[in-house]
Structures are given as C-alpha cells and as structure tokens.
C-alpha cells in the first residue's frame, strides 16, 4: 500500500493501485491503524461526509474568486478554530496569496 510524504496511509475510495478499493468512508477508516491521521482528498461528496467525522483539517486558502459549481463548505467557527496558519505572497511560481490553515475541532463543551 502506497504512503504519503507524510507517512499516512492512502485509502482511496476507488481504483487506485496499490490502494484498498472500499466502497464507504467507514470502511477505509476502519482499515487505518488507531494512530494513523488519515487525509481525505476529495471529492465534495468525500469532504460532506468526512468533515462530520474530523478532528483536524488542513486548508489551502487561495485568495481568488473562482465561478464553478462545487466548492468547500465555509466552516462553521462555533465547531473549529484556527490553530495555525502559514501565509504566502505571490511570486514567480503563484501568482495569488494563499495560506496554509490548520483548523481543530473545539471541545463540544464550547
């Protein structure tokens, strides 16, 4: 089974070599060993149903405006907080600013 860069595990919801092919997000979680941070790469109906189950998400924000039909859910700050954010100005390689966001869970007593 393939690893990221960042030594989690890849478990694809379909056909990816190498990969488990499951068929349902519970599933690929429960493949996943207790310790291991699991990356969900998309789709939006993925996203939909993993952002109930996440602890952490980590966030490209690009600032541009974009018309399309699809686009990540703004998320609801009662439930998370930023707990980092890395920004960059545009250069030669990316002509946006963009930042690099990690937003955590808040307690459910908050």
């Not at 990356?39 to 952490?56: K, M, N, P, S, V």
């Amino acid at each position: 089974m393939p690893k990221s860069l960042f030594h989690s595990k890849l478990l694809p919801m379909a056909c990816a070599d190498q990969a488990y092919d499951v068929p349902a997000l519970e599933e690929a979680i429960a493949l996943s060993d207790d310790d291991t941070e699991i990356f969900i790469i998309g789709g939006a109906e993925l996203y939909r149903q993993a952002i109930q189950l996440a602890d952490r998400i980590y966030l490209t924000e690009i600032e541009l405006e974009i018309t399309g039909d699809a686009h990540f859910t703004e998320l609801d700050r009662k439930i998370w907080q930023e707990s980092s954010r890395t920004s960059h100005v545009p250069d030669e390689k990316n002509l946006h600013h963009y930042h690099f966001v990690t937003y955590d869970r808040k307690p459910a007593s908050q």
